[in-house]
């Protein structure tokens, strides 16, 4: 049998068809799915961003508003022209549907005192902070009738507070810094700047500081590192409160709360979390590290992250507030004295008899009776809550003003006891001052403003620190801890008789 070759380009033979696409399912070319599917990416972007605008606002991310603004009109919305029927209004009325930087600052201020441009809009709507200010202090005095020539102006960049410290500037008050030191703690000296108005401050903490470095100096040990922040939520019952309070306790749940709770930073790190109860109401204290910062920002995030977690247990709970007053921020309170709030530390020295008696010009048993009687027995008198000391919030404003702390945390910073006893035979005074809830950062805030910036340098202690996150915020507690020490111990010795 012979076999008949087939020829090589036979006309039965198929050819292969074309390797199948993964646009070829779509109903339409890929040029025009992509074109909708980026129209509609970024038209719910920007409905969200709007939406949220003012939650984000809360947490201090202002970024969002400046991208959002960056849609709207140039001119005025109608929330911020005030209509009326005086012919005068709808003048200036014209003015505001222009670009400000073309319209004279004369236009402008008068525009700002018959309330057709709102005084906070004129950073945003001149892009001039200092302009802005200028008119806007402008406006003031001729609101006001008064004049305020000697408040500070010139000399400031506006630029940095914008969105950071202080909204509508219009100048700023000048307030002296003097220096105290060397303060000689834990091996280091250290030159403390102080800002205030009162007289021989300075000067009585300068001689603490003298009578500690010539007794060889104090030692600052830090206890704890935690800010707080306690939101209140409110459930239907007494049952569901106590419900969600024996989950947040139970500690099988705390790390998955810490892993909601850590996504919100890289250096906020969930340590605790404390319950109260008050009838359906429920108190949730949550304390965290924050690294260099104070951290309050970034503890209200992580509380976020955790609340949204729990609603989907929780549904019926109602979140009243990110916070319940049980945290608790810039007013004394019984919590923050006994479990703390910040950074929790204590500072001691013995300063030998004869610089108790040259430079202190006291006696060892005059300044243990006086501390007694005064500061201990006193203040239980007056039913005093953490104020057990002659005047520790002089020396922590004095020192918060000038780093670009809130002074308002002088509060629970200036919490205080201040010991002393007689050692050595009673020849030597052991002093010792306590502070369980010293609230300073170096990030953030007023710290990165360029006087404040330059006091924290002076320190050793300006921005984050690189090596150990956190390190530059608890020297700065530290050396706030050393200072009072430094001021009660020549208080009391001004004092005794």
């Not at 001729?142 to 500037?169: N, T």
């Not at 809130?406 to 001052?433: F, R, W, Y």
């Not at 690189?466 to 390190?471: A, V």
């Amino acid at each position: 049998m012979h076999l008949r070759n087939k020829p090589p380009h036979s006309t039965n033979r198929r050819s292969p068809s074309p390797t199948p696409k993964a646009s070829d399912a779509l109903p339409l070319p890929l040029y025009l799915t992509n074109g909708i599917f980026l129209t509609l990416f970024f038209s719910v972007a920007y409905f969200l961003l709007h939406r949220w605008r003012d939650k984000i606002r809360f947490f201090g991310i202002t970024f969002v508003q400046s991208f959002i603004s960056k849609f709207d009109d140039v001119t005025f919305s109608d929330d911020d022209v005030i209509t009326s029927p005086n012919p005068k209004l709808h003048q200036h009325k014209v003015v505001t549907d222009h670009k400000l930087d073309k319209v004279s600052n004369e236009e402008v201020v008068k525009c700002v005192v018959d309330g057709s441009i709102a005084s906070y809009l004129l950073e945003e709507r001149l892009g001039d902070c200092r302009k802005a200010a200028v008119i806007r202090r402008e406006a003031v005095e001729r609101k006001c009738g008064k004049e305020v020539l000697g408040l500070g102006f010139e000399g400031f960049y506006y630029e940095a507070i914008l969105g950071q410290c202080c909204e509508m500037p219009i100048g700023y008050v000048q307030v002296p810094v003097g220096v105290v030191g060397p303060l000689l703690l834990n091996g280091g000296e250290f030159m403390v700047p102080m800002a205030t108005t009162e007289r021989c401050l300075v000067a009585s903490t300068n001689r603490g500081c003298k009578a500690i470095c010539l007794s060889g100096g104090a030692t600052a040990v830090l206890l704890k590192d935690g800010m707080s922040r306690a939101p209140v939520v409110r459930f239907g019952s007494v049952a569901r409160a106590a419900c969600l309070k024996f989950f947040l306790e139970d500690p099988i749940n705390f790390d998955t709360l810490s892993i909601v709770f850590n996504k919100s930073s890289r250096f906020g790190r969930l340590q605790s979390i404390q319950c109260s109860i008050a009838g359906k109401n429920l108190y949730i204290r949550f304390t965290c590290s924050t690294g260099d910062a104070m951290g309050m920002n970034m503890v209200s995030k992580g509380i976020q992250n955790v609340l949204d977690f729990l609603q989907i247990d929780f549904p019926d709970m109602d979140v009243v507030g990110i916070s319940g007053n049980f945290c608790s921020d810039k007013k004394p309170a019984a919590v923050n004295w006994i479990e703390g709030r910040g950074k929790s530390v204590v500072c001691e020295s013995v300063i030998t008899e004869e610089v108790v008696k040259k430079v202190l010009k006291t006696t060892v048993p005059a300044l243990v009776e006086l501390n007694m009687l005064k500061n201990l027995v006193g203040s239980a008198v007056a039913g005093s809550l953490g104020g057990f000391n002659a005047h520790a919030a002089n020396v922590v404003s004095a020192i918060f003003i000038p780093t670009g702390q809130d002074p308002a945390q002088n509060i629970e910073s200036s919490h205080c006891i201040t010991m002393m006893e007689a050692v050595n035979g009673g020849k030597d005074l052991h002093i010792s001052v306590t502070m369980p809830a010293i609230e300073a950062g170096t990030v953030g805030g007023g710290t990165q403003l360029a006087s404040q910036s330059a006091c924290l340098n002076l320190l050793g202690v300006k921005g984050a620190s690189k090596e150990s996150p956190g390190s530059n915020a608890r020297l700065l507690a530290t050396i706030v801890a050393g200072s009072v020490l430094a001021g009660e111990l020549s208080s009391i010795s001004s004092a005794a008789c």
